[in-house]
């Protein structure tokens, strides 16, 4: 299952997804914000980010005006590998190379057309394993060393 939150700066992207994941047959739940009025996205990225944490969603996407704040708050979380993308190659390497199970994206900055893309890009993609996945047991052992401090 797929989880999806924006602030108000991604809300419009965000319902361009949702469109697209209901055409592609995508489980996915929306866990806010409901329109335009300004809140805080802290708040939208703990509820995603939490979600893939704990294991009770295995993917989420996070939408704020830059995409930036909800990189930086989703990434608080263990096991959680939020990536910001803003092309193609990024949505792409996101997936094959870092295994992110968070998809992040700029409201303010791409087109409806361009989230959608990277979207399509991202669910389509697979982790290559390998040599990427020494690299993320690497990070992984970071996060432990950062929590049992």
């Given at each position: 299952?797929?989880?999806?939150?924006?602030?108000?700066?991604?809300?419009?992207?965000?319902t361009?997804?949702?469109?697209?994941?209901?055409?592609?047959a995508?489980?996915?739940?929306?866990?806010?914000?409901?329109?335009?009025?300004?809140?805080?996205?802290?708040?939208?990225?703990?509820?995603?980010?939490?979600?893939?944490?704990?294991?009770?969603?295995?993917?989420?996407?996070?939408?704020?005006?830059?995409g930036?704040?909800?990189?930086i708050?989703?990434?608080?979380?263990?096991?959680?590998?939020?990536?910001?993308?803003?092309?193609?190659?990024?949505?792409?390497?996101?997936?094959?190379?870092?295994?992110?199970?968070?998809?992040?994206?700029?409201?303010?900055?791409?087109?409806?057309?361009?989230?959608?893309?990277f979207v399509?890009i991202?669910?389509d993609s697979?982790?290559?394993?390998?040599?990427?996945?020494?690299?993320?047991?690497?990070?992984?052992?970071?996060?432990?060393?950062?929590?049992?401090?």
């Amino acid at each position: 299952m797929l989880v999806i939150g924006s602030d108000h700066g991604g809300y419009e992207l965000k319902t361009e997804i949702l469109q697209l994941l209901e055409e592609r047959a995508v489980k996915c739940t929306d866990l806010g914000t409901d329109g335009s009025d300004s809140v805080d996205y802290p708040d939208f990225a703990a509820k995603v980010a939490g979600a893939v944490s704990s294991g009770e969603a295995e993917l989420g996407i996070l939408i704020c005006g830059t995409g930036i704040g909800m990189s930086i708050s989703a990434n608080k979380f263990p096991g959680v590998r939020a990536a910001l993308v803003h092309d193609e190659f990024t949505a792409q390497m996101a997936r094959e190379h870092n295994n992110a199970n968070i998809l992040v994206m700029g409201g303010r900055v791409l087109t409806p057309e361009q989230g959608k893309k990277f979207v399509e890009i991202w669910l389509d993609s697979t982790f290559e394993g390998g040599r990427h996945r020494n690299r993320l047991d690497k990070i992984t052992a970071i996060e432990q060393r950062v929590i049992s401090r």
